[in-house]
């Protein structure tokens, strides 16, 4: 099962030392280019928020902060080699969600991911397997395997709204895309 989740393209959360962020990110583009991981290794990303500060003489400034010191965001495909090139990169300590002992780490669930992509400027696209009309199976946990009719479909938002039988009545309810399945 592993070797089809060790191919799909994903977000991950690499650790750096705090304050070494961009140097990191640095390190790691330039490693990047010189391993030739191009076809594995897409994007590197430390998140900015732009805050706007009031002086005490009373004008304002722009600072921008990083909202997750000591994380770096990494679009990848993790292989043995993809994943050897980001642990080693200076000024990288390791991958969130990766318990040691050779266990490879775990992707950023993309409900997660696309808030912090939007404030950074990068457009999301997503693959909606479904339309309007067509029926789904419901694969999280309050309606898991019950089926329902696509209603209404949000990309931006990646909310699809379905309409479930409830007690003999059609009843719209809210599910992340990753919450459905088509049914085939």
């Known amino acids: 099962m592993y070797e089809e989740e060790e191919n799909?393209?994903?977000?991950?959360i690499i650790q750096s030392y705090v304050g070494m962020e961009y140097a990191a990110k640095r390190n790691l583009e330039r490693r990047i280019v010189s391993m030739n991981m191009e076809d594995y290794i897409f994007n590197v990303l430390v998140p900015e928020e732009v805050h706007v500060e009031k002086k005490a003489n009373g004008e304002t400034k722009e600072v921008i902060e990083n909202p997750y010191p000591g994380y770096i965001f990494v679009d990848m495909i993790v292989t043995d080699e993809s994943w050897f090139i980001v642990r080693n990169t200076p000024m990288v300590t390791g991958f969130l969600g990766s318990s040691g002992g050779r266990a490879k780490p775990v992707p950023v669930p993309p409900?997660?991911?696309?808030?912090?992509l939007k404030?950074?400027?990068?457009?999301?696209?997503?693959?909606?397997?479904?339309?309007?009309g067509d029926k789904v199976k419901v694969i999280s946990e309050t309606f898991m395997g019950q089926e329902a009719i696509?209603?209404?479909?949000?990309?931006?938002?990646?909310?699809?709204?379905?309409?479930?039988?409830?007690?003999?009545?059609?009843?719209?309810?809210?599910?992340?895309?990753?919450?459905?399945?088509?049914v085939k």
């Open 8 to 12: 799909e393209r994903a977000w991950y």
């Open 111 to 116: 409900h997660e991911m696309i808030p912090i």
């Open 119 to 132: 404030k950074n400027g990068i457009t999301v696209t997503t693959d909606v397997k479904f339309s309007v």
């Open 150 to 182: 696509v209603e209404k479909i949000d990309v931006e938002n990646q909310i699809v709204t379905v309409l479930i039988d409830l007690f003999g009545r059609q009843t719209p309810n809210d599910f992340r895309f990753d919450e459905v399945e088509p």
